[in-house]
């Protein structure tokens, strides 16, 4: 359990470089994808006390949160689908100047749907679903492990 929480400590610590060392801000989503791994580290925490197999499906329940929330928002990344009008750029034919103008003062400055940074053609979030989804199959192994 420790390994797979330090997984999501590593991941968050690495989320929190890129925005506060790399400045790249975060949008929307990718805070979102954050909440699950605060979970994570939270119940490695708690592991160090009371270490139960509810504890790790908890934790694997979490990994697979952060995953899912990273798939979504790496289709939004790619156009598969639209997302949140929140974050993501909306269509503007038919608008009227002033519904395109009241849009894009209320956009935010970070968009979910570009990709700020990506390694081997996939984004922090491709890069989180997948990583996490590593962490969800640790979680498992702790969960299984005999007591």
Known sequence: MLL????SLALMLGA??????????PC???IWQR???VVAIALGLIALRFSTAALAWL????ALTTAAI???HTGVERDWWEGPTTCSSGPIGGMSTDDLFDQIMAAPLVRCDEVPWEMFSLS???????LSLVLM???????????
Do not use: K, V
């Open 4 to 7: 797979a929480a330090s997984g």
């Open 16 to 25: 929190f470089g890129f925005q506060y060392i790399g400045g790249l801000p």
């Open 28 to 30: 929307a989503m990718c």
């Open 35 to 37: 909440y699950p791994h």
């Open 59 to 62: 934790g694997a329940l979490a």
């Open 70 to 72: 990273g798939a979504y």
């Open 124 to 130: 922090m979030a491709s890069w989180n679903m997948i």
């Open 137 to 147: 199959g640790l979680w498992i192994a702790a969960a299984r492990r005999p007591a």
